[in-house]
């Protein structure tokens, strides 16, 4: 009998799999994130290895960005933080694999759908990011859901917009409580002015929504502070109307 072609021979070596067969594909996006995320969370903590891809709206956009074989470790890795910061991530998937004696076990796939937006309404993240219309093409084509991505979509922030975040949340928290206080202690006649411009500003501060309304009626709490300490409530309440 002549023998296989060491193509052929190799391929009796490989796992047979049934045809069609689906993985199980769970997707997750702000609606059920809290949840899934410790389901992953656990199966992680078990796992031997994790397989992960990415969907991202582009890669490359010129061969020498491509990491070549004579690139130092500094260029290359120039080259691909160029890449990842141009180009947005919209879709991170992960698979745990657990491996117990001859058993593998592939836990479910987890999607993570991703898109950047200004959940705080503080003015940040504000991002812009670059476009392959291959790349939107070909996530079409598998079936990559853009409207559950942009409307909802997991958002996030990086460690230093986290930091940012939170520096201006204290600071406006700590300027309400000011006006709170201020608004409390005061009950004379001739603070009834500045109290009822007070009021106006945070009810214009809690409703407005754009960045430049947001740093007016900051200088305006400031100047008003210090119209509180000179007394002269008269100033602030003609800059308001």
């Known amino acids: 009998m002549a023998s296989r072609p060491p193509m052929i021979r190799r391929r009796f070596l490989c796992t047979s799999a049934k045809v069609g067969k689906k993985w199980a594909v769970k997707e997750v996006t702000k609606s059920n994130f809290a949840d899934s995320v410790e389901e992953f969370k656990d199966h992680l903590a078990g796992s031997d ?21 004579f690139d130092t470790a ?10 990842a910061e141009r180009f947005q991530l919209l879709q991170f ?8 004696a001859s058993k593998l076990t592939a836990h479910p ?6 898109f950047p937006r200004d959940e705080l309404k503080l003015g940040m993240p504000s991002y ?34 986290e930091s940012a975040a939170k520096y201006l949340l204290r600071e406006l928290n700590h300027e309400s409580s000011i006006g ?5 202690k ?56």
């Open 49 to 69: 290895f994790v397989a992960v891809s990415l969907q991202k709206t582009g890669s490359f956009s010129a061969a020498w960005h491509r990491a070549l074989p």
């Open 74 to 83: 500094e260029t290359a890795y120039c080259k691909a933080k160029y890449a």
């Open 93 to 100: 998937a992960a698979c745990p694999f657990t491996r117990r």
């Open 109 to 114: 796939l987890i999607c993570f759908i991703l």
């Open 128 to 161: 812009s990011f670059s476009v392959q219309t291959s790349h939107l093409t070909s996530m079409a084509q598998e079936g990559f859901d853009f409207n559950a991505c942009i409307y909802n979509g997991i958002s996030y922030l990086s460690k230093a917009q």
């Open 180 to 184: 709170k206080n201020a608004c409390k």
């Open 186 to 241: 005061s009950g004379s006649r001739k603070d009834d002015a500045l109290l009822s411009s007070l009021r106006k500003l945070r009810t214009s501060s809690t409703a407005c929504t754009g960045d430049a309304k947001r740093v007016q009626d900051k200088d305006l709490f400031e100047r008003e502070l210090q119209n509180m300490r000179t007394n002269k409530p008269r100033e602030f309440v003609d800059s308001v109307r």
